[in-house]
């Protein structure tokens, strides 16, 4: 009985903690997609989270009261083992390879870019990338990048469009176990030196 009741505060809670961050996570890339301000994005995780909770605290009474009465016929044993299967079943799944969108960030002589990316590979490799920050910021030299035409301004500074196919190469080398489908648009870039 004990362990049963624990089981269940565990699940109980990593769901919790699984949603929120889920929220979070989606809320801060809406905010890097569309450049809103910081604090508009912390007050409407706060506002979601805060909605969040009040919902599962008034819905835990009837989930406590549907365990207590399943407790009766289904034994703890049959839970954990329940939970494994599906954990070995999640497992196996990550071993298919899958194709998603994931935003990228490219650093070209100490400027940031964001690009979006098309990737393909195994599920495992997959969530590496999407889940670490680390792993999804990159730096370029611009001697790896070519560049189809160059443009100046009415205040004279000189920018260039890098091709999207030698964009995709060089990020391809870095994600080594993992494909590179697709790169979207890039931003232009103030150049240094002309086009040769």
């Not at 365990?67 to 703890?76: A, C, D, E, M, Y």
């Not at 690009?115 to 680390?134: D, E, F, P, W």
Request: hydrophobic share 45%; with cysteine; proline share 2%.
């Amino acid at each position: 009985m004990v362990i049963g009741r624990n089981l269940f505060e565990v699940a109980t809670y990593l769901f919790i903690f699984l949603l929120i961050f889920g929220i979070i996570r989606c809320d801060y890339r809406r905010s890097q997609i569309t450049k809103s301000s910081s604090s508009s994005v912390v007050i409407s995780i706060q506002i979601r989270i805060f909605a969040l909770l009040m919902q599962i605290h008034s819905k835990m009474g009837k989930i406590k009261s549907f365990f207590s009465l399943l407790r009766g016929s289904v034994s703890p044993v049959y839970v954990a083992l329940l939970f494994a299967a599906f954990v070995l079943w999640y497992i196996t799944k990550l071993g298919g390879t899958y194709t998603t969108e994931h935003n990228v960030v490219v650093v070209i002589d100490e400027k940031e870019y964001d690009v979006h990316c098309t990737i393909r590979g195994k599920g495992t490799n997959l969530i590496g990338y999407t889940l670490s920050a680390s792993r999804s910021r990159f730096s370029v030299t611009p001697a790896e990048l070519s560049f189809d035409k160059e443009v100046t301004d009415s205040t004279g500074r000189t920018y260039r469009h890098i091709t999207n196919t030698s964009l995709q190469q060089a990020l391809a080398s870095r994600m080594s176990d993992i494909d590179v489908v697709a790169v979207g648009a890039m931003p232009v870039i103030e150049s240094v030196e002309p086009i040769l």
